[in-house]
T-cell receptor, first 114, second 113 residues
Framework: GENVEQHPSTLSVQEGDSAVIKCTYS??????FPWYKQELGKGPQLIID?????GEKKDQRIAVTLNKTAKHFSLHITETQPEDSAVYFC?????????????FGKGTHLIIQP | DSGVTQTPKHLITATGQRVTLRCSPR?????VYWYQQSLDQGLQFLIQ???????AKGNILERFSAQQFPDLHSELNLSSLELGDSALYFC????????????FGPGTRLTVL
């Protein structure tokens, strides 16, 4: 199955600054890359995703970039706010190009300092 | 609120016992996925059902099984429970048109004593 590595495990930024979280994947057949945000005591919430036919996607303060050649993708959050504090997970299809479950990275604990 | 519901919210049981976790997908979604989240293993894909049929298997133990019923709700059965099975269990759902876009429920926290 797919293997997803995520860095850093903890990221502390000042409110208003940008945050970047990076992930790499192993299966070149993977074609879908979602990002989830998980707050304490809640289930993961899909915040943005990108498919392999595009290089970048933006939604307000959140953007995701994909480099298929290097097999890595990144989440960018600009103008961070206290409510952005959470654990963020990247993911890729469990069996590469299949429409099945997801393999998740280990997560990044994002801390927004006031 | 994702529209995916899970019951119960918490479950405490003893080693060797069997439990059943229940999930109702978002209205119209045909696929249900089960995941386990623990400190050791992170968030792991267990199994997927699509319209009543098993579609894909992940890291699911032989002691665990699942099914999806005609009304599309799903149950995850965990048997011969061990201390290491203590974890959060999430259900997610997706529709045919939203290929891979999975929406997670609030989870069931299982504690095995």
């Amino acid at each position: 199955g797919e293997n997803v590595e995520q860095h850093p495990s903890t990221l502390s930024v000042q409110e208003g600054d940008s945050a970047v979280i990076k992930c790499t994947y192993s299966d070149s057949a993977s074609n879908y890359f979602p990002w989830y945000k998980q707050e304490l005591g809640k289930g993961p919430q899909l915040i943005i995703d990108i498919r392999s036919n595009v290089g970048e996607k933006k939604d307000q303060r959140i953007a995701v970039t994909l480099n298929k050649t290097a097999k890595h993708f990144s989440l960018h959050i600009t103008e961070t706010q206290p409510e952005d504090s959470a654990v963020y997970f990247c993911a890729a299809p469990y069996s590469g190009g299949g429409a099945d479950g997801l393999t998740f990275g280990k997560g990044t604990h994002l801390i927004i300092q006031p | 609120d994702s529209g995916v519901t899970q019951t119960p919210k918490h479950l405490i049981t003893a080693t060797g016992q069997r439990v059943t976790l229940r999930c109702s997908p978002r209205s119209g979604d045909l696929s249900v996925y089960w995941y386990q989240q623990s400190l050791d293993q992170g968030l792991q894909f267990l199994i997927q059902y699509y319209n009543g049929e098993e579609r894909a298997k992940g890291n699911i133990l032989e002691r665990f099984s699942a099914q999806q019923f005609p009304d599309l709700h799903s149950e995850l059965n965990l048997s011969s429970l061990e201390l290491g099975d203590s974890a959060l269990y999430f259900c997610a759902s997706s529709g045919l048109a939203t290929y891979n876009e999975q929406f997670f429920g609030p989870g069931t926290r299982l504690t095995v004593l």
